[in-house]
């Protein structure tokens, strides 16, 4: 291995790596284009299960993601507009933030991960889900270290425990912009909406919250929880986000300097912007 590589070398080199790393998959054809590469790799690294990897490779792929995230674009809290600056007159105007992309971009202390019970992330390869792209532009640590917590957990209370819904995991932010990640398993809503669906997305905002001032985390990324793949409708928990965060802030509001709910759709940002403007 060169010292230095260029980037379309580490994509190379990674792809043969976790190719090699993979039993079921060490003989598939590498396709000759960057965009099939990176899909290759994503993939591999999704269905990868947690276990050590080789320092050079990991190495190599701290390099690699390095650059990838550098190449989306840190997004440092200095340039996300409070709600003030926007002219809102909410309360906590001066500590809100509603902004809009990809979250794995943001360069602030704590990212908020819409988990599953297994805390594993997604395995699914090159699912478009907030936990298979936090995963992927964090790499392969970030699930090491999950598991690392959940066989502690399982020691503690049982092989067959899983993570409770509205209880936060606080793990590294590994190669992406933030400094943490915190993973919370937010409520599954399978037929009407009931009133402790609502009760457990208010604690996951709030216990996310509560985590991030234990820890002296002043600035905290909230994704729209629950309302995925877990069908919790998407106006109602805006509602409930932003109404959970604003009493939060009516008591702890020293301890924090910013929280910005992000969103990736337009739909939700006016969802938002009609809470919040």
Known sequence: MKEKMTQEQRLDYLVEEFKA???KYRDL????DVDGKRRI???????????????????????YLSERNAEKGPVPLAEIPTLAEQGSTVAHALQLS?????????????????????????????????????????????RSECDRQMKLLRAKYG????????????????????KKVIHIVGP???????EEHERQLADCYRNTL???????????AFCCISTGVFHFPADRAAEIAVRTVAEWLDEHGER????????FSDKDRKLYERLLY
């Open 98 to 142: 509603l902004w809009q992309g990809d979250i794995t971009r943001l360069a602030v202390d704590a990212i908020v991960n819409a988990a599953n019970s297994q805390m594993l992330g997604c395995f699914v390869p090159m699912h478009t889900c907030i936990d298979n792209c936090i995963h992927t532009f964090a790499g392969v640590q970030l």
């Open 29 to 32: 054809q590498t396709p000759q």
């Open 21 to 23: 790393d993979s039993e």
């Open 256 to 263: 924090m300097d910013r929280v910005i709910f992000n969103v």
């Open 188 to 194: 599954i809503v399978e037929g009407p909406l009931t």
């Open 210 to 220: 509560d985590l991030c001032a234990e820890n002296g985390l002043r600035s905290v």
């Open 159 to 178: 092989r067959d425990y899983e993570q409770p819904t509205a209880v936060p995991m606080l793990t590294e932010g590994y190669n992406l912009p933030a």
């Open 41 to 63: 790799l994503r993939s591999l690294m999704n269905i990868r299960m947690p276990r050590r990897l080789p320092d050079e490779v990991l190495t190599v792929q701290d390099e």
